[in-house]
Each structure stands twice: as structure tokens, then as C-alpha cells.
């Protein structure tokens, strides 16, 4: 079959005029819709880009830095650097404390071996003083007992029965005048050196250094006693008797493992090798403390470490106001290593308590026959505490037999 394809030649050609116009519209569709599309796209993230721009350009003007910025910043580090000074300062004006003796530390002024019984007495002096000050006194004694018994006679008595509850009430009298006349209980010989120092014969040390290391080992422990004097002052103040009083009894403070026996009257035996064992000694490692501390502070480059123990009898409601009494602040004057200068006022708060114990006091049993504590109900109570000396601040008038033996612990420490 032949086909004819002119006439479509002359239909195709009728329409040409057409053709390039549909070609043209076909171009532009092809391209204008992709272009419409592209422009959507980057007009969005103009816009989104272009708003981060401007609130990230608005954050940074607000938060520009001042042009006055550094006086600020440089008034900032003043007053850190005035806290750092102060704290620096309250450490070491804390171990800044008053001699007993300026004629021993840190080595002897005069060769005479005196100076160390003088020592001794200073320090006897020094507890009784505080002992007074802060009001305190004793039970009646057996020779005071048996004198008021003795003028007193059973004649006119049918029985023994009421002559005994005579003596008794005699007893009874006494230690509540006992009780009244003074605002708690103190007995001198439970405090650490006191014992020693009272019996003190200087033929009996091995050598002069032992006797400087005694003397300065008894500095240590009266600067605790006398922190623990404060307390007590604080906690009584209101009270003029023991009967009215927070604390009742001051048992002892001591620097041994498990204290020492302050409920019975002390021996008369003269023990003057075993009272030097009841002297602080420096805490250079764990085997040194009296318990295992929380803190783990031992002897380092900054602060010297003691731990020690303190007894006493008071009400059950004082327990907690006494602990927090014992670490607070305490004010203290100085005037110099020498004793000399001029009078300073500082303060100082060197006492942590690690460990404390309570039992209840049964009146009636033997320790507590002739102590009369008023109606309140109290416990005896036991603390364990640290003791911080900054070691620059008294470093100095540390004596050399002091430092070597402690630096020989260091060195068995370290083996």
C-alpha cells in the first residue's frame, strides 16, 4: 500500500508558525519552574539565616563588655586577694599565743637547770589560776569529812542507827555547802602536767633535752586546757553554784589512747616517769591518733596536728551547747615572742571534735557519793578532739630537740 504523505508535509507546514511560540513556551516551563523553586528555598534560608545573624549581632551588643570592665574585674581580684591575706592572717594570728615561760623556747636563755622547775611552777600557777577564774572548786576532802564528823559527838544516841544517819546528814551538809560555794567541780591533778610539774625532779630526766621537750610539750597542753576553760566559763556563766550550773564536773583532759582515771582520788604515790607519758605528742601518722579521724589530718608543711581528750559531768541538755561551744572562737592577747611587744587582741578556733561518748551518772554509786549536782539530770561525757597549729606562725620558738623528734617519726613513718 502506497501512502501519501504529501499532504501531511503541507498540514505540518500550516501550522510552522505555531511551532516555534510552543517551543519557546516549553523552554521557559523547563527552566521557570526549578527557578521558582530555587528562589523559594533561598529567600527561606536567607531569612532564617539572616534572623540567627541579627539576634546573635544583638546578643553580642548586649553583652559587650564595658569599656570600664577591667576596674571592675581589677576590684574584683583586690578583695579576693584582702580575703586570702585575712584568712592567711587568722591562721597564723590563731597559734599566735602567750609563752608560760620566755626563757626556755626555742632554746634555753641561761644554763642554769632552774628554769625548768620555775617552769613548772608557772605552769601549777597558771591551772590554778584558771581553775579560780572560772569559779571552780572541789568536794569535800576525807580530812574535811572527818573533821566535821569528829566534833560532832554520839553521846545522847540509843543506836548506832541514829548516829549514823546524823553522820550522814552531817556528809550531806557539807557537800552541798561544798556544791554552792563554787559554780562546778575542778580538780587540778586530772589535767595533763600538772602531776608532773608538782613532782617535778630534774635528776630523774635523762637529759636537758628531754626536760626543753617537757616544757614545751606542757605549752601545748595548757593552751588546750585553757581553750577548754573558756567553754566551760561560757557555759556557766549565769550560775554561781554547781547545783544551777551547765557543767558540773570537769573530770580531765588528757593526751593518752584511753584517757585517764578521773573518778577516784588520786594516788599519793609519786609516779612522776608515768605522768610524763600524759603529754601531747605531735600526730604524724595514723598511729598516732587517739581515734581514727574523719579529718585524716596529720603533721604536714602547713599545720601541726594534736589529738586529746576531755571528761566531764554535766546536764544532759548541755551536751550539744558544750560541744559547740568548744569549737567556737576564742579571743586571745599577744604580745610578741618575747612577751614584750606591744598588747595584740586576736582570735582563734582550733578545735574539732572526732569522736564523743555518753553514759548516764548514777549519783549514788562511789565516784559520785560526795559530788551533789542539783536536780537536773546529767551524763558524763567524753570528747575526742583535734587541735590545729599553723606551723608558720610558731614554727619559730619550736625547740630543736622538739623538731628532731619529730622528724625521726617522720623518717619510721616513711619506711
Given at each position: 500500500?502506497?501512502?501519501?504523505?504529501?499532504?501531511?508535509?503541507?498540514?505540518?507546514?500550516?501550522?510552522?508558525?505555531?511551532?516555534?511560540?510552543?517551543?519557546?513556551?516549553?523552554?521557559?516551563?523547563?527552566?521557570?519552574?526549578?527557578?521558582?523553586?530555587?528562589?523559594?528555598?533561598?529567600?527561606?534560608?536567607?531569612?532564617?539565616?539572616?534572623?540567627?545573624?541579627?539576634?546573635?549581632?544583638?546578643?553580642?551588643?548586649?553583652?559587650?563588655?564595658?569599656?570600664?570592665?577591667?576596674?571592675?574585674?581589677?576590684?574584683?581580684?583586690?578583695?579576693?586577694?584582702?580575703?586570702?591575706?585575712?584568712?592567711?592572717?587568722?591562721?597564723?594570728?590563731?597559734?599566735?599565743?602567750?609563752?608560760?615561760?620566755?626563757?626556755?623556747?626555742?632554746?634555753?636563755?641561761?644554763?642554769?637547770?632552774?628554769?625548768?622547775?620555775?617552769?613548772?611552777?608557772?605552769?601549777?600557777?597558771?591551772?590554778?589560776?584558771?581553775?579560780?577564774?572560772?569559779?571552780?572548786?572541789?568536794?569535800?576532802?576525807?580530812?574535811?569529812?572527818?573533821?566535821?564528823?569528829?566534833?560532832?559527838?554520839?553521846?545522847?544516841?540509843?543506836?548506832?542507827?541514829?548516829?549514823?544517819?546524823?553522820?550522814?546528814?552531817?556528809?550531806?551538809?557539807?557537800?552541798?555547802?561544798?556544791?554552792?560555794?563554787?559554780?562546778?567541780?575542778?580538780?587540778?591533778?586530772?589535767?595533763?602536767?600538772?602531776?608532773?610539774?608538782?613532782?617535778?625532779?630534774?635528776?630523774?630526766?635523762?637529759?636537758?633535752?628531754?626536760?626543753?621537750?617537757?616544757?614545751?610539750?606542757?605549752?601545748?597542753?595548757?593552751?588546750?586546757?585553757?581553750?577548754?576553760?573558756?567553754?566551760?566559763?561560757?557555759?556557766?556563766?549565769?550560775?554561781?553554784?554547781?547545783?544551777?550550773?551547765?557543767?558540773?564536773?570537769?573530770?580531765?583532759?588528757?593526751?593518752?589512747?584511753?584517757?585517764?582515771?578521773?573518778?577516784?582520788?588520786?594516788?599519793?604515790?609519786?609516779?612522776?616517769?608515768?605522768?610524763?607519758?600524759?603529754?601531747?605528742?605531735?600526730?604524724?601518722?595514723?598511729?598516732?591518733m587517739l581515734v581514727r579521724s574523719y579529718t585524716k589530718r596529720v603533721c604536714d608543711d602547713v599545720?601541726?596536728?594534736?589529738?586529746?581528750?576531755?571528761?566531764?559531768?554535766?546536764?544532759?541538755?548541755?551536751?550539744?551547747?558544750?560541744?559547740?561551744?568548744?569549737?567556737?572562737?576564742?579571743?586571745?592577747?599577744?604580745?610578741?615572742?618575747?612577751?614584750?611587744?606591744?598588747?595584740?587582741?586576736?582570735?582563734?578556733?582550733?578545735?574539732?571534735?572526732?569522736?564523743?561518748?555518753?553514759?548516764?551518772?548514777?549519783?549514788?554509786?562511789?565516784?559520785?557519793?560526795?559530788?551533789?549536782?542539783?536536780?537536773?539530770?546529767?551524763?558524763?561525757?567524753?570528747?575526742?578532739?583535734?587541735?590545729?597549729?599553723?606551723?608558720?606562725?610558731?614554727?619559730?620558738?619550736?625547740?630543736?630537740?622538739?623538731?628532731?623528734?619529730?622528724?625521726?617519726?617522720?623518717?619510721?613513718?616513711?619506711?
Amino acid at each position: 500500500m502506497n501512502i501519501d504523505i504529501s499532504k501531511y508535509v503541507e498540514l505540518l507546514k500550516s501550522y510552522m508558525s505555531l511551532l516555534v511560540p510552543v517551543l519557546i513556551a516549553l523552554v521557559g516551563i523547563v527552566f521557570l519552574v526549578p527557578t521558582h523553586l530555587m528562589s523559594r528555598n533561598l529567600r527561606s534560608t536567607m531569612e532564617k539565616e539572616s534572623v540567627s545573624l541579627g539576634n546573635m549581632v544583638k546578643s553580642s551588643i548586649g553583652g559587650a563588655v564595658p569599656s570600664s570592665q577591667w576596674e571592675v574585674e581589677r576590684a574584683y581580684q583586690q578583695q579576693h586577694s584582702e580575703d586570702a591575706n585575712a584568712i592567711y592572717h587568722l591562721a597564723r594570728e590563731t597559734t599566735l599565743r602567750r609563752l608560760l615561760s620566755y626563757a626556755i623556747f626555742p632554746k634555753p636563755k641561761d644554763n642554769s637547770v632552774m628554769i625548768f622547775p620555775d617552769f613548772g611552777h608557772k605552769y601549777c600557777a597558771s591551772i590554778r589560776k584558771l581553775i579560780n577564774e572560772v569559779h571552780g572548786g572541789s568536794c569535800p576532802s576525807q580530812s574535811e569529812l572527818q573533821s566535821a564528823t569528829q566534833s560532832w559527838s554520839p553521846r545522847g544516841y540509843r543506836d548506832r542507827g541514829s548516829a549514823s544517819d546524823v553522820r550522814d546528814k552531817i556528809e550531806d551538809s557539807l557537800c552541798r555547802a561544798k556544791a554552792e560555794g563554787h559554780s562546778f567541780y575542778a580538780d587540778s591533778a586530772y589535767l595533763s602536767g600538772y602531776r608532773f610539774w608538782q613532782e617535778y625532779d630534774h635528776s630523774e630526766m635523762g637529759s636537758t633535752d628531754d626536760a626543753i621537750r617537757a616544757c614545751w610539750y606542757s605549752q601545748l597542753a595548757y593552751w588546750v586546757i585553757e581553750d577548754v576553760f573558756a567553754t566551760v566559763e561560757v557555759m556557766n556563766k549565769s550560775s554561781e553554784t554547781v547545783l544551777t550550773s551547765g557543767v558540773k564536773r570537769f573530770g580531765s583532759v588528757s593526751f593518752v589512747r584511753n584517757g585517764i582515771n578521773w573518778k577516784y582520788p588520786v594516788s599519793t604515790k609519786k609516779t612522776t616517769k608515768s605522768n610524763l607519758e600524759n603529754m601531747p605528742s605531735y600526730v604524724v601518722s595514723p598511729k598516732d591518733m587517739l581515734v581514727r579521724s574523719y579529718t585524716k589530718r596529720v603533721c604536714d608543711d602547713v599545720y601541726d596536728v594534736v589529738h586529746f581528750k576531755v571528761a566531764v559531768v554535766l546536764n544532759s541538755e548541755s551536751v550539744l551547747e558544750f560541744m559547740k561551744e568548744l569549737c567556737s572562737s576564742k579571743s586571745h592577747e599577744f604580745a610578741g615572742w618575747d612577751g614584750n611587744g606591744p598588747v595584740e587582741h586576736f582570735e582563734h578556733n582550733q578545735i574539732t571534735v572526732l569522736e564523743y561518748k555518753i553514759s548516764p551518772v548514777d549519783s549514788l554509786a562511789n565516784e559520785h557519793k560526795l559530788y551533789r549536782y542539783g536536780e537536773d539530770a546529767v551524763v558524763e561525757l567524753e570528747l575526742t578532739c583535734e587541735y590545729l597549729l599553723d606551723k608558720i606562725a610558731y614554727d619559730s620558738m619550736k625547740p630543736d630537740a622538739v623538731k628532731v623528734e619529730v622528724s625521726k617519726k617522720k623518717s619510721v613513718k616513711s619506711k
